[in-house]
């Protein structure tokens, strides 16, 4: 019987009451959209979500038959349950599940989870490195726990990986392994951009995962290093980072080229080992993963970033370091004497102003003394030894800072300029394999038109020749059946014929007029017969009506001498037209295979010759990636003593930072407040 449909199984879910057998599911409700039991879709099943009152289930209806599938799923049950990981689903396989037109088909009853797929939890958390690393490890924690209890999952991608409650949940176990299913065949390879190129159905053990487990761990370390790789790549739809076309080609791959350039050394020994395993053709020998730099895996996820801090190196040690605030001196006697005597000239020269002594457009000259006061007190403020100090650490921070900026600028100008050089070295490399990839087609599909064209002639000077063959044949069978037909009728004698209305008189008449046999007459003009010579007579009592019998006996007889008349040639007759043209033929069809054989040469010829121009640029491609990794390498050894000396700066401007902290107090406005508020 045919396979249910998606269409199928959303008409009948709309009714769980009646298509359901599982009691839980005939009381439950589908999430619907636009009116419609929501699917989810995959290659193997589309799933629903049904609400059963206070559980929610996922219902996985399958999309073709699986001959040992119960069979499967009873093993794996079986398994799950002697080996319980948190990382896995109840379900139940339920062989009738599902009616649908009179027919039961199976269904797979499993625990709904609420989480966010891992590509989608990845971009929400793409900056935040510690996260990604975090997960990473979390991760190898979890293929750990698998290769413990001996299961393979078979399938490992984002698409099947949730993250709920901050750890990870596995979904979709159709592929799964475990060792009581040893023998079995994989029914499938799982998504091409996770799975190794040499994955065959026949590859179903322990080790399925391992591909798939490198992948994705070193998946998120790079984008914990460089998250910028996410969107530069067009990640999160169909893969995280790997694409089945990097594994197939790993020497010209652009994100193999660009993860060389992380600066992380642990990063990069691992990186080797990946890339070391895809020209492995058994993947049974891919080892599991092992994490170069393992971290503490009991702290939770969060996916709110923790704030940065600019602290670099060993500086964390500044923190625990008590900052001595510094003020300025509480002696400012001074001062608060020129305060109160600028104070009084002010009163004074405002109380003349209001009496009327100066006139009232003299009022500015009243603040003439308090900007005079103020002058003094800024150039005392400056002569102060902490103001001093606290503008000698201003400028060490300015000049550390524009250092720093200075280190840095050369660190990234360094990384640009040896990856502009090398992207510009690659890409000329790149067009010239275009251009040669170009020319090659561009000179075969010539040789292919040369050829189409002579073969176009020779087949119209064949169809030329076969129609001469054919007609030398018809007009020498059209003479030879003139001939049997001309012969019969010669044989057909008049005076034996019966014919309605021509008695013996008649026929010696007709006789004496020239007419002896049924070949004599060829066509009656009324009254007048047409002789075969042409000749037109009348014969007395031969009228119209006897005259159209007379040609009726001569029809009546060519009918029946047709029926007998040779249909084809003699064969030695035929043979010898043949014979004639055969040298012909032979001549063709060895023009024809002689420019078959001339055209494959070409082809070959300039396949060879460009596959050998491709080989060499090829080969000048690599040796830009080796002369880039070694050039990396060098500056990456530059980089390490300019980020030493890079970190050193850190810490002076981190001192000096604190340090320039303790004069936080000392202010213009402070000082202001000291000599009005501050007693000695």
Not at 16 to 36: A, Q, R, T, Y
Not at 635 to 647: F, N, P, R, T
Request: hydrophobic fraction near 35%; charged fraction near 25%.
């Amino acid at each position: 019987m045919p396979w249910p449909s998606i269409i199928d199984y959303q008409e009948v879910i709309q009714n769980p009451s009646i298509c359901f057998n599982d009691i839980e599911l005939k009381n439950g409700e589908p999430l619907l959209d636009h009116e419609l039991p929501k699917p989810i879709s995959g290659n193997f099943a589309s799933v629903y979500q049904m609400d059963c009152n206070s559980k929610k289930y996922a219902v996985r209806c399958f999309l073709r038959h699986i001959p040992d599938q119960e069979q499967r799923y009873s093993i794996i049950s079986m398994h799950l349950q002697q080996n319980k990981l948190p990382y896995m689903v109840d379900f139940k396989f339920l062989p009738q599940g599902i009616k649908i037109k009179g027919n039961w088909y199976p269904i797979l009853k499993m625990e709904w989870i609420e989480g966010e797929q891992l590509n989608s939890y990845i971009e929400k958390n793409l900056n935040n490195g510690q996260i990604l690393e975090l997960l990473a490890h979390k991760f190898h924690q979890l293929i750990s726990e698998l290769k413990r209890c001996s299961i393979a999952h078979g399938d490992l991608q984002h698409g099947n990986i949730l993250i709920s409650n901050g750890d990870f949940r596995l979904i979709d176990y159709d592929g799964m392994y475990v060792p009581a299913l040893k023998g079995f065949k994989s029914y499938e390879l799982g998504l091409g951009n996770y799975q190794h190129p040499s994955r065959t159905e026949r590859d179903f053990d322990i080790h399925l995962d391992n591909f798939s487990a490198w992948v994705i761990y070193l998946s998120l370390l790079a984008l914990s290093k460089e998250p910028s790789l996410w969107h530069k790549f067009g990640c999160g739809d169909e893969f995280l980072l790997f694409e089945k076309s990097d594994f197939e080609n790993p020497y010209t791959s652009a994100k193999f080229i660009e993860l060389q350039q992380v600066n992380d050394n642990d990063f990069n020994s691992i990186f080797s080992q990946f890339k070391s395993l895809i020209n492995c053709n058994d993947i049974s020998q891919i080892p599991p993963v092992k994490p170069i730099t393992p971290i503490a895996i009991s702290i939770p996820f969060v996916t709110k970033e923790p704030e940065q801090t600019p602290t670099d190196g060993a500086s964390w040690v500044l923190d625990h370091i008590p900052i001595q605030l510094q003020h300025l001196s509480n002696h400012l006697k001074i001062e608060r004497l020129l305060a109160i005597g600028v104070l009084s000239i002010v009163v004074l020269l405002l109380s003349i102003v209001l009496i009327g002594w100066i006139p009232f457009s003299f009022f500015l000259i009243i603040f003439s003394p308090l900007l005079f006061y103020v002058f003094i007190l800024e150039f005392r403020f400056r002569n102060f030894s902490q103001v001093k100090q606290k503008k000698k650490l201003r400028l060490e921070m300015k000049a550390i800072g524009k250092n720093i900026k200075k280190i840095e600028s050369e660190i990234q100008n360094k990384k640009n300029e040896l990856s502009q050089k090398h992207s510009k070295k690659e890409n000329e490399i790149k067009h010239q394999i275009q251009d040669c990839q170009k020319r090659e087609t561009k000179e075969i599909t010539d040789v292919e038109k040369e050829l189409r064209n002579i073969i176009i002639n020779l087949d119209a000077q064949k169809n030329k020749l076969m129609k001469s063959e054919k007609d030398e044949i018809d007009n020498e069978l059209s003479i030879i059946q003139k001939n049997y037909m001309s012969n019969e009728l010669s044989q057909s004698l008049l005076l034996d014929a019966k014919i309605p209305g021509i008695g013996p008189v008649l026929k010696s008449r007709l006789i004496t007029s020239g007419i002896n046999t049924a070949a004599d007459i060829k066509d009656i003009r009324g009254e007048a017969i047409e002789l075969a010579s042409g000749k037109k007579i009348f014969v007395y009592g031969i009228g119209p009506v006897k005259a159209w019998e007379l040609l009726t006996w001569r029809c009546s007889l060519e009918s029946k001498f047709q029926l007998f008349m040779p249909k084809s040639l003699p064969p030695i007759q035929e043979l010898s037209i043949k014979s004639k043209y055969s040298s012909q033929y032979h001549s063709l069809d060895l023009q024809r295979n002689n420019a078959l054989i001339n055209a494959q040469n070409k082809k070959d010829a300039i396949k060879s010759k460009h596959d050998q121009e491709e080989s060499n640029l090829s080969k000048q491609l690599q040796d830009i990636n080796n002369e880039y990794i070694r050039d990396s390498k060098d500056i990456d050894d530059e980089i390490a003593k300019q980020k030493k000396s890079l970190s050193e700066k850190y810490w002076s401007f981190n001192k000096i930072s604190r340090e320039y902290a303790a004069y936080k107090h000392v202010s213009f406005i402070s000082y202001l407040k000291r000599i009005i508020f501050i007693s000695n």
